[in-house]
């Protein structure tokens, strides 16, 4: 299923994870709910393909371990969110369109 592109009306934001919020619910290890907010990463739709972290022109992505999660036990992380350019690269070769960028969404730390 597709990455929820209203999620912050949606979700609560539940935790923060190395400078980015997590907007839940998240009930690890099998649900770990949406990375981040300007650059959004559905953690429970990814399948950890690589193709954003090799396609993003600035390194947003970074590799994170979800040991025991169902769909995969690595996720792409928008480690460096407030570097993105808003070029959607990564909207556009995710597989499974767990990644949303939205200019108009802010960072939130």
């Given at each position: 299923?597709a990455?929820?592109p209203?999620?912050e009306?949606?979700?609560?934001?539940?935790a923060?994870?190395?400078?980015?919020a997590?907007?839940?619910?998240?009930?690890?290890?099998e649900?770990?709910?949406i990375?981040?907010?300007?650059v959004?990463?559905?953690?429970?739709a990814?399948i950890?393909?690589?193709?954003c972290?090799?396609?993003?022109?600035?390194?947003v992505?970074?590799?994170?371990?979800?040991p025991g999660?169902?769909?995969?036990e690595?996720?792409?992380?928008p480690a460096?969110?407030n570097?993105?350019?808003d070029?959607?690269l990564?909207?556009?070769?995710?597989?499974?369109?767990?990644?949303?960028?939205?200019?108009g969404?802010?960072?939130?730390l």
């Amino acid at each position: 299923m597709a990455i929820d592109p209203q999620f912050e009306r949606s979700r609560d934001h539940t935790a923060d994870h190395d400078g980015h919020a997590v907007w839940g619910p998240v009930e690890e290890p099998e649900v770990l709910g949406i990375h981040g907010t300007h650059v959004a990463v559905d953690f429970d739709a990814c399948i950890a393909d690589g193709a954003c972290l090799e396609d993003c022109p600035v390194d947003v992505f970074d590799w994170v371990d979800t040991p025991g999660h169902p769909e995969s036990e690595r996720k792409a992380d928008p480690a460096r969110e407030n570097q993105c350019i808003d070029c959607m690269l990564c909207v556009d070769v995710c597989p499974v369109d767990a990644i949303d960028v939205d200019p108009g969404r802010e960072n939130r730390l």
